[in-house]
């Protein structure tokens, strides 16, 4: 068995014992040509930012024209762009306008020149006569005439003010904690409330650190909370009571322009078992400023924001959602915006859980219909209540597959139309597919065929969908089908991946295995070198995430091509990802095998069960050398695989670990790690059992992250120094959470993995440039 190549120089040759000898020729030759110079510039060449110089994953985002299905979109390649216009009905696709004569025009206008092919614009409104375009160019704001192109400039359209009420009159603010409204015909102003104070004050959200930051760099204020009733007679906000949140402190040592003297920003931020903060509702009237409470218990919020509210058509009534400690419960309320009565008018609860990224809720009938996602048949579906009575009125998919979303309600039809994954046999079970039903649950049809994952966009009338679909080895394709049958009517675009193809790269591959239970399947993917030599021996690398909230290995093209892995492919590695037992995306049962089990069995078993049968079907993967990276959960994950299972995992890079479940935001982890607070948090820390570490590790975390503290990490470099434990440490100055795809610290990832894993010395010094369409770099440092 191979052992890892130290980072330290070897003995000579010469005074090496035999069995270490012998294991450094046979390394030497196994790594070969990987990690060198050439490999480094080749990785680099498959970086995101270059991959998108040469392919444009196809991509539509239709403009709607005044609610038809007419639309038009904005074409790019390369560096050219194009606006389109499409009519379903004609099955007609062509420019918006004379481009060349709009250019011409517009050069002419402003006295400079402009391309026909780059117009200096990327968003634009079409007039409702569809006669003209305005856009704003150049800091100046122009109207075209499409017939002619003729250009003429225009005054700037004022933006719609923050906070301001939907017919334009007033204007809600904060001033001193309290609430506020400013008339915009005269200026007047009026106090809506005189009782805010600090730390409990009206119409403002718990701030992320981030915000703080950027507010003392830019001179930013807080956005007001406040939702505004149709009529804009009334508004809904809420009074936060932070008082008794606990807080964390970040240290800000690098100042913008050059100050040599730190500083520092404290935050609200919430431990599990902690005392939440709460948000008390409360509407008012604007012609009497009356002030109607919400007749409801606070609103305790587990993290930073705050409350929203959704208001009826009608404006008399009052919507929101509110989830029980732990999310052990989800309650649907309605509000009465006269009384402020308030009832519960759908509710669900759960001895474990509930997901609120599967417990979707959709109001129909002006209010008075709901439909609401549930896992509680032990696959996610649809349920339609009765919002008055609170009455299930009808289960709308059932079966062992999982409705992900709801696209799309056409009341009129009686029609839901929605993305779901699992229900077409043979097929990868994470693989979105659109389908319709029935308000009473009849009729359901499929709408996609393909076998690839879907995203969609629902024309206005509910007549045509743009189908983008595709899978990693499948190059995205965006389509235009009719809804009532889900026949193709015409391709809009199509991604061409020939550019990527001549530089060698080949399609990563999906890979079906079992879980350590042996049973149970689950889901891999594999990036290889574009110099692949069967006969080598590489080592391998995994990108984990074991996130209970989402599934994670790519499904869809943009996310296999553009995600990195191949970059480090490159270097001479195999790069894997799994999605385990645990994850979402799946049954309840898979699912709950992560709850209070974050760092328990299930995860990181499932992912070396993979792993070996992987390598059973690829002798050329070396599982001697095995190691992993990942951010944020990833970061955890990366850690606690290497003290669980040090015989396996031999090189980790750890960036922005959550490393201890008590010390990271309360939602996330008392959502799936449970409440109260007991010995299982402790157990499942990487603090607690940092003794393990047997590997070569770095630690990454950014200073200014506020998403997961930087103490996280530094409460595990205490835990590893006490225990005389050797590993590296990286501190980021204005680093926020995860890497921000610094170059630096992509190469730095890549340096650790060639010197410990290959046990190879990396280029030395060497710098990633990556470039846009125009040749300027993206990255700068």
């Known amino acids: 068995m191979l052992t890892p190549q130290k980072t330290e120089p070897m003995f000579p040759n010469w005074y090496a014992p035999a069995g270490l000898l012998g294991a450094f020729v046979l390394s030497s030759i196994l790594s070969f ?65 004379d ?28 007039a409702k006569d569809e006669l003209s375009i305005g856009f704003e160019a150049d800091g100046t704001r122009w109207k075209c005439v499409l017939a002619d192109g003729e250009c003429t400039k225009e005054q700037s359209r004022p933006s719609k003010l923050q906070g301001q009420s939907p017919d334009g009159h007033w204007v809600a603010f904060v001033r001193d904690y309290n609430l506020w409204l400013r008339s915009t015909a005269n200026g007047q102003e009026v106090a809506l409330t005189t009782d805010g104070a600090k730390d409990y004050d009206y119409a403002t959200e718990l701030p992320e650190g981030k915000f703080l930051i950027e507010q003392a760099s830019r001179g930013e204020t807080a956005p007001v909370q406040v939702f505004w009733s149709p009529d804009s007679t009334k508004l809904v906000t809420y009074r936060m009571d932070s008082r008794y949140a606990g807080r964390f402190t970040t240290i800000q040592s690098v100042l913008p322009g050059g100050s040599i003297r730190p500083r520092t920003f404290t935050y609200v931020y919430q431990l599990p078992g902690e005392w939440l903060p709460r948000a008390e509702p409360v509407i008012f009237s604007v012609e009497t400023s009356k002030r109607i409470p919400v007749l409801t218990e606070p609103i305790e919020m587990e993290f930073q924001g705050g409350p929203s509210f959704e208001w009826s058509k009608d404006s008399q009534h009052i919507f929101f959602t509110t989830n029980g400690r732990a999310y052990t419960s989800s309650e649907f309320r309605a509000t009465d915006a006269n009384t402020g009565e308030t009832r519960i008018a759908v509710q669900e609860r759960s001895k474990t859980n509930i997901d609120p990224g599967a417990n979707f809720i959709h109001p129909i009938r002006a209010g008075t219909g709901l439909l609401w996602g549930s896992e509680r048949s032990g696959w996610n579906h649809i349920y339609l209540y009765d919002t008055k009575t609170g009455e299930l009125r009808a289960q709308l998919t059932k079966g062992d597959w999982v409705v992900h979303e709801i696209i799309d309600v ?19 079970p994470y693989e979105a597919h659109l389908y319709r039903v029935g308000l009473d649950g009849s009729g359901l049809k499929p709408l996609t065929p393909e076998v690839a994952d879907h995203s969609i966009v629902m024309s206005p009338d509910h007549s045509y969908f743009l189908d983008n679909f595709s899978r990693p ?146 002798p050329y993967m070396d599982l001697t050398r095995a190691g992993l990276y990942g951010g944020s959960a990833g970061g955890y994950d990366t850690v606690h695989a290497m003290l669980t299972h040090p015989d396996f995992y031999k090189v980790g890079v750890s960036i922005s670990g959550n490393h201890d479940h008590r010390m990271d935001k309360a939602w996330w982890n008392e959502l799936w790690m ?20 047997e590997g070569k590790l770095l630690l990454i975390h950014g200073d200014l992250d506020d998403n997961v503290n930087p103490s996280a990490t530094l409460q595990l470099v205490d835990a590893l120094i006490k225990a005389n434990k050797d590993f590296d440490l990286l501190i980021v100055p204005n680093q926020y959470h995860g890497d921000g795809g610094s170059p630096y610290l992509v190469r730095r990832r890549w340096d650790y993995f060639v010197q410990n894993l290959l046990g190879v010395t990396p280029p030395k010094g060497f710098k990633i440039e990556v470039e846009n369409d125009s040749g300027k770099p993206v990255w700068k440092h």
Do not use: C
């Open 33 to 97: 040509g990987q990690g060198t110079l050439d490999d480094y510039k080749r990785a680099e060449q498959f970086l995101p930012g270059n991959l998108q110089r040469i392919v444009k994953n196809a991509e539509v985002s239709p403009h709607f024209i005044n609610e038809t299905s007419r639309f038009w979109y904005r074409r790019t390649e390369h560096d050219k762009k194009q606006f389109v216009l499409v009519d379903p009905m004609r099955k007609t696709r062509v420019p918006l306008f």
């Open 99 to 126: 481009h060349e004569k709009l250019a011409a025009r517009l050069s002419h206008a402003a006295h400079r020149e402009y391309s026909a092919t780059n117009l200096p614009f990327d968003e634009l409104e079409l």
């Open 410 to 428: 056409d009341e009129k039809a009686g029609l839901v139309y929605f993305l779901a994954a699992g229900r077409e046999p043979g097929e990868d």
């Open 473 to 618: 080895d499948l190059p995205t394709k965006v389509v235009l089908r009719s809804v009532s049958s889900g026949e193709v009517l015409m391709t809009l675009e199509e991604t061409d991946v020939g550019a990527v193809l001549k530089l060698g790269w080949k399609y990563p591959e999906a890979f079906r295995g079992k879980a350590a239970d042996g049973v149970t399947d689950i889901y891999g993917m594999i990036w290889r070198p574009s110099n692949l030599d069967p006969k080598k021996k590489y080592p391998v690398i995994e990108q984990v995430y074991t996130g209970p909230q989402g599934f994670f290995v790519p499904k869809s093209f943009g996310r296999g091509i553009f995600g990195s892995l191949q970059a480090t492919a490159e270097l001479g590695f195999v790069v894997v990802m799994v999605d385990g037992r645990g994850t979402a995306g799946r049954s309840r049962a898979f699912h709950e095998v992560s709850y209070k089990n974050l760092g328990g069995v299930g995860g990181i078993d499932d992912h070396i069960a993979m792993l070996h049968q992987m390598a059973a079907k690829y």
């Open 674 to 693: 449970g409440y109260p607070v007991g010995d299982h948090y402790r157990d499942q820390s990487n603090v607690t059992i940092a003794e393990k570490l």
